[in-house]
């Protein structure tokens, strides 16, 4: 084991503790090139206990002050970020990480980075207005929409399109819809429900399993269509 290694496994297993990041600095000086200083940080972080999450997050803060190469690196580490505030239930700060991530990307509208990306910042708006309609709801759902391939099969983004889908849908009183999109979200959730994309997965021995938060599940125990 490198003594990198040896550094990042006592940050994950310890926390991280007065003068470690100038002896991680010093070690990531070995590491090649910015890039991957960076994603030695976000990594590293991500293996952190999800109680000492905000450590990690740092970490990864810590990275992009000082190893932010391309625009690649820059929105891989505030997607990192943006996924362990939304494993933690802080949606709001898991949104403006996102929308830094979205902001590294400089690219239209059909740039399959984006396309993702809108369906975690439509997840994260749906969360943070209590699964009420907003016009910037619908807009990352219709692009959000857009994706295509496998991407669109994996049971996360079928059942974000659907419960959004219900919301908008109701907006606009479209009760045959939104019937059926409620449908289909309480189809997905059920445990024996399997996944268009999981053909694919099970040859690399992966299963696709739903996490959907406690506020959706109420949502859809109480909506009304």
Not at 42 to 50: E, N, V
Not at 168 to 174: L, Q
Not at 200 to 210: A, I, K, Q
Request: aromatic letters at 14%; glycine letters at 4%; charged letters at 30%.
């Amino acid at each position: 084991m490198t003594k990198i290694e040896e550094l990042e496994n006592k940050l994950i297993c310890e926390g991280i503790k007065k003068d470690d990041l100038n002896t991680y600095e010093t070690l990531l000086k070995r590491s090649g090139s910015d890039y991957n200083r960076l994603q030695h940080c976000y990594i590293t972080a991500w293996k952190f206990p999800q109680e000492r999450y905000e450590q990690g997050i740092r970490l990864i803060e810590w990275g992009i002050e000082r190893y932010q190469s391309d625009w690649y690196s820059v929105y891989t580490a505030y997607n990192y970020i943006g996924h362990m505030w939304e494993i933690n239930g802080r949606y709001r700060e898991a949104y403006e990480a996102y929308l830094k991530s979205w902001d590294a990307i400089k690219d239209n509208e059909e740039n399959t980075y984006k396309q993702l990306l809108s369906g975690d910042l439509m997840w994260m708006r749906i969360h943070i207005d209590k699964f009420k309609y907003s016009e910037t709801l619908e807009e990352y759902y219709r692009m959000f929409k857009k994706i295509s391939g496998v991407e669109r099969d994996f049971i996360k983004n079928e059942y974000r399109l659907a419960v959004t889908e219900i919301v908008i849908f109701k907006k606009y009183n479209m009760k045959e819809e939104a019937r059926r999109a409620y449908n289909d979200a309480v189809r997905i959730s059920k445990p024996d429900y399997v996944s268009h994309a999981q053909a694919m997965l099970s040859s690399h021995g992966v299963v696709d399993e739903l996490r959907t938060t406690p506020e959706c599940i109420r949502f859809l125990k109480h909506v009304r269509i």
